[in-house]
Every structure is written in structure tokens, then in C-alpha cells.
């Protein structure tokens, strides 16, 4: 029998999920329950309009070199874009590689170097959201890489001239060279925008590799798929986005670090890298509280020595097996 058909089971994932709420509404900076919905909406015009103001912060970008056997490399580009690189092959997923984003402006840009992007070999979409399918980002990337999206997704890629564009419905599987990159779930909405008619799909996806099993989360919010991508494909390293959760709506379709923590409990991963943070405020939460929230639940659970956070353009080496090797 399926865990999910397990009453038991069942009743698990929602006394998890009305716990996390639970702990949501106690939490001091849960402001817009308090009644400071206005002060946050104010807070986040002011961000936005300072960031018009002000141009992107530019680290210099450092050439990343394919690691020895049994390696892998994870490269934080910014926003939701990482790459990943291993002895034969390097992957990157939801590029976004421009400055400006519906009018937002970064506050600190894609840090990837030239060579490396030029030397890609795979592609993860993760949905067709702007910020995730973005053709501009996507027309400066060498045109010989494959392409994986979603179901439904690409149509929209397919005139960019890349040499394959592979539809990946969850749980079917793509290999190239040492990596066999494998569709999961994930529960996020996954229209273009306001107006797209189509019904497209949404995917997040582990990367396995001699070096690490790694798992891209793609947009997500907390959901009972966890557990399951957790017992069946055992990710080493989770890549979870921690941004965009104010006003708590916005927790249907994206992750709280507090989301993320029980998710990467869930998942028995052994990194947490957390993602989508410090670019664009797509919340109304302030650009630097994901991080700050984020390491406070780490440390109160005793989980700091597995927290990884990247700057933009930074790197950490993971082994499997090794939890010496863990960490940037
Ligand atoms: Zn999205």
C-alpha cells in the first residue's frame, strides 16, 4: 500500500501542516496577522522603488572547475538560479540572468561566468512562470544543452534554437553523461501569467550524480510530496526557496524558511541550500528577513552545520557519503 493511502499517514500530514500554520501565526514577524498589512505594504513599495534607484550589486564572476571524481559542485547564480557541476557535465536551473524582473530591479545580479555558461550542458525549467522561463535569459545559453521543462512547457522554449526540449512529467527521467536528472512534484501554480489559458505543469527535480543526489525544489509550496521524493530518491542536498511568503496567501504557492525546514526534515536530506532570496522582493517580506528567519530555526533546532548559505557566485563541494565534505 502507498504511504499516501495510509490513514495514518494521512492524518500525520495534516496535523504537520496545521502545525507549521500554527507556528506561523505565534511567530513575531508574522506581522500581517498583527494588523501591520499596511505597514508591510508600504515597506515593500519603498524597497522596490530604492531598488529602481539604485543599480544591482555585481560580484565578479569565478570560473568553476569540473570537480574530481565522485564530487559535485553547487554554484549559487541568484534567485532561483544554481548550477550544478560535475566531473562530466554541468546543469543549471531557472536562469535569470537579466536585472530587471515586471518592473522589479535586482538587488544584487546573477554572478555566472561566461565560460561556465558556455560550457552547459543541461537546462531545468521548473514552471513558466517569468521570473523561472525567462526567453531572454534562456537566448544568451548555448544553443547545443538540452532543455527540460515541465508538461505543457515547451512549446514556449521550442523556437529558441536548443538542441532538444524535453517535456518531463514527474517521475520520468533524463540522462546525460554521469547525471540522470529525475522530475518530482511540486505545488505551485504554473500559469505564464494572468492570461494564459493553457494549463501548464509544474515540476521540481533531483539531479544524481557519482558526487550527490541533489534536488532542485523548482517553486513549491510545503506539501506531503516531501516525504515521499525523501524515501524514494534520498536527495544528499536540498535546494528549497525560502522567499515570498508575505502575505501568508502567498504560503499556498511558496515556502516560509520555517516551510522549508520541516520540508527538509521531511526530505532526510543532509544540506540545506536555501534559494530565492536577496534578488527580487516577490513578497512582502523584507529582502534580507528569509535568511535572518532562516538561520535563527536552524540554530533553535540544532541544524546550523547543515545550513549552506550561498552568496551569488559562491560554491560548495558536496561528496556522498562524506559529511566531512558538506559546507561551503
Ligand atoms: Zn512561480
Not at 506531503?224 to 534520498?234: A, V
Request: net charge positive.
Amino acid at each position: 500500500m502507498p504511504p499516501s493511502a495510509d490513514p495514518d499517514w494521512q492524518r500525520r500530514v495534516i496535523e504537520r501542516a496545521k502545525e507549521l500554520d500554527h507556528e506561523h501565526r505565534r511567530h513575531p514577524r508574522s506581522l500581517w496577522q498583527s494588523g501591520a498589512g499596511l505597514a508591510l505594504s508600504l515597506h515593500f513599495l519603498r524597497t522596490a522603488t530604492r531598488q529602481l534607484l539604485t543599480a544591482p550589486r555585481r560580484p565578479e564572476p569565478r570560473r568553476v572547475e569540473h570537480p574530481g571524481p565522485g564530487q559535485i559542485a553547487v554554484t549559487f547564480v541568484g534567485h532561483a538560479t544554481v548550477m550544478l557541476t560535475t566531473p562530466l557535465a554541468r546543469v543549471l536551473t531557472d536562469p535569470y540572468l537579466g536585472d530587471f524582473l515586471l518592473g522589479l530591479r535586482r538587488a544584487e545580479a546573477a554572478c555566472l561566468h561566461s565560460a561556465d555558461a558556455a560550457d552547459l550542458n543541461l537546462i531545468l525549467i521548473s514552471h513558466a512562470h517569468r521570473d523561472r522561463l525567462d526567453l531572454a535569459s534562456l537566448r544568451r545559453l548555448p544553443g547545443r544543452a538540452a532543455v527540460l521543462v515541465p508538461p505543457r512547457c515547451a512549446s514556449l522554449v521550442k523556437r529558441l534554437g536548443f538542441a532538444r526540449v524535453v517535456e518531463l512529467a514527474p517521475g520520468q527521467s533524463f540522462e546525460y553523461a554521469d547525471v540522470e536528472v529525475t522530475a518530482v512534484a511540486a505545488r505551485h501554480e504554473g500559469a505564464r501569467g494572468l492570461f494564459d489559458r493553457a494549463w501548464r505543469g509544474t515540476c521540481g527535480y533531483i539531479v544524481r550524480s557519482a558526487g550527490a543526489n541533489v534536488y532542485f525544489a523548482g517553486g513549491t509550496a510545503y506539501f506531503s510530496g516531501f516525504e515521499e521524493i525523501g524515501r524514494r530518491l534520498h536527495p544528499d542536498v536540498a535546494l528549497l526557496p525560502v522567499a515570498g511568503y508575505q502575505p501568508p496567501v502567498l504560503r499556498e504557492d511558496n515556502m516560509s524558511p520555517l516551510d522549508a525546514v520541516q520540508a527538509f526534515t521531511d526530505l532526510g536530506a543532509r544540506l540545506l541550500v536555501p534559494v530565492g532570496h536577496g534578488s527580487f522582493p516577490l513578497g512582502y517580506e523584507p529582502l534580507d528577513e528569509p535568511l535572518r528567519w532562516l538561520r535563527q530555526i536552524c540554530a533553535d533546532r540544532g541544524l546550523s552545520a547543515q545550513l549552506a548559505v550561498l552568496g551569488h557566485g559562491e560554491t560548495c563541494f558536496v561528496r556522498a557519503g562524506d559529511g566531512k565534505s558538506l559546507g561551503p
